[in-house]
């Protein structure tokens, strides 16, 4: 596995392997998990040549706290990828990607105010240019990311279309724990007592599905998720909405085509997670 920290060596890698090939990216943050795995597994099935980005993009940070705080540990994330078969690692340093502060913004009209988007001003326009830096580097030709980020993917479906990238988005199902935790880099962050704690958020999605899906009115499973999570100590619920999988509009109506989202705090950590209503 190749391994690089700069971009003029990664493109130099990448141009003697020629036009023709197919390139799959896989971009991470890194302290990787098996749900990030499973990206670069489906890369690997898809494309000739597989590539995994790991960087902490200081501008989709809203809270320097966060950023501080996110879990790094390159070692062990470059041996995994090793294991899995990658074919190169990206990992440049903040400098390599930001020469200087950056003045572009990216503006996704609502999208990018609802949701995530109300709760973290600026990430997405972060993670929209972040993005579309390693889509101009790499070229790939199929990018990969986890339905876990929904409200990402579809700012990327976005970014696609208007800037008129030459590529294929592939949104892949989210791996979970066995209690059904969804996998999340920031789950390293938990102590035992939270770890345990964290699981609310699944089991009210769970709990809402089975509710919404067998007539319970929208405004009673607001209630129950609201109270089921405030019930527990350290939990802090940021948002449970429900909204259209299409074009992520919130909806006060029950169809195959809705998706629960929520967010929330366990102690210090956020999580989020969500569960399409016609998903097993
Ligand atoms: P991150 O490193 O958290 O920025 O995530 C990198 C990519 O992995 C994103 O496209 C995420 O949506 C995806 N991802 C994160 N967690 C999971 C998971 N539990 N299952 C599948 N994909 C995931």
Known sequence: ?????????????????????????????????????????????ENQLTVCSIFVNPAQFNNPKDLEKYPRTLNRDVEMLKNSGCDAVFAPDAKEMYESEPTIKFDFGELDKILEGKFRPGHFSGVALVVAKFFHIIKPTIAYFGQKDFQQ??????????????????????????????????????????????????????EAKKLLNSGKKISQVRDIVKQKCESVDGIKLDYFELANVENLKPTESVTDKTILLIAGFVGEIRLIDNLLLNEN
Not at 8 to 33: R, W
Not at 172 to 195: F, K, Q, V, Y
């Open 153 to 206: 993917f579809k700012i990327i479906e976005r970014l696609v279309t208007e800037l008129k990238f030459d590529l294929q988005l592939k949104s892949m199902p989210i791996l979970r724990e066995a209690d059904g935790l969804a996998m999340s880099s920031r789950n390293m962050r938990l102590n035992e007592t939270e770890r345990k704690k964290a699981t609310v958020f699944y089991q009210s999605l769970s």
């Open 1 to 45: 596995m190749e391994f690089f920290k700069e971009i003029q060596s990664l493109k130099a890698f990448l141009s003697q392997k020629g036009n023709s090939i197919s390139i799959g990216l896989v971009p991470t943050m890194g302290a990787l998990h098996a749900g990030h795995l499973s990206l670069i597994e489906a890369s690997k099935r």
